[in-house]
């Protein structure tokens, strides 16, 4: 395993303008071409942070009729709790258990002949056991959705567009997180935390605890470790920035290894996409970027689609088989 320093970006630098906004925007620049993974620290993050990676670990260790109160097989909105092996990931079973929240809505009522993705929206199932998680989960949220707004904005600038380029779409950014715990690899060996996948909004924030097992792949070097890094989150491009950069801007593959087989790994991964309604602008790049914009990448296991719903539907759909057949009958073998 390759130990490659990955690029540490500092978020004061683009809030403080001038010359070291111009300088954050080539390292970002930079980042985001060779590998589409990099730490970014000055967030300001930390107290909040501290604190849902304390309720991660209280609900993971909750007894299993509480976690199972709030199972996700119940919400058609795809929120709540995952046990272990019950997601697939290139329709192998991740050793992860998880727990999903989104923005907390009203449930839409969706015609069959409307697009399904609408059954996203809702409200979260939250455990009675732990009252205290609505607020800071929904905080830090919050928080990481005005991180990944304005280094979307900065990617905007990348790409030499206008910095609001992508507002209408994501005002408000359809926002989706999930505490995670990974227990140690199994005794048959079989160590897929999750395995090799593509995110598909536009930006992901990892918030890892001490324990590594995140791996990015790297065209010249294979799986690269992203160990976790004090007072820095890690950020990855997801589908929707390659769409809207025609390819220029990639979406990295990446994957967890489980742990040693006496530890555990907890983390915490926030995904943002553009309103489930809106379709993502395919931009209009500058001749000398537009030659190496060499189109999204054609994956027939894989498709990409412009329309956000559709692209965010299909990954929940694939990861979550037993939710697609309680509440999306029809749907569940599309993607
Ligand atoms: O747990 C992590 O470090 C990353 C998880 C991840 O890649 C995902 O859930 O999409
Ligand atoms: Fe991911």
Redesign the pocket.
Known sequence: MQQTALPVLDLRDLHAGGEQKQAFLSELAEAARTVGFFYVKGHQLCCLQDEVMSLGKQFFALPDAEKLSVEMKNSAHFRGYTRLQGELTQGKPDLREQFDIMGEDQAVKVADNEPQWWKLIGPNQWPQALPEMKQTLLGYQQALSDVSTALLRAFAEVLEQPATTFDEGITPPYTHMKLIRYPGSAATGERQG?GA???PGYL?I?TQDQQSGLEVLKDDEGWVSVPPLEGAVVI?I?ELLELASDGYLRATY???QSPAADQVRYSC?F?MAAKLDSEVPLLNLPEHLKKDALGPSADPQNPLFYQVGDNVLKGRLRSHPDVAQAHYHGFDRAC
Do not use: C, E, L
């Open positions: 999750v996948h593509k995110d992901t990892v990855n997801g990446h994957r967890v991964a995904f």
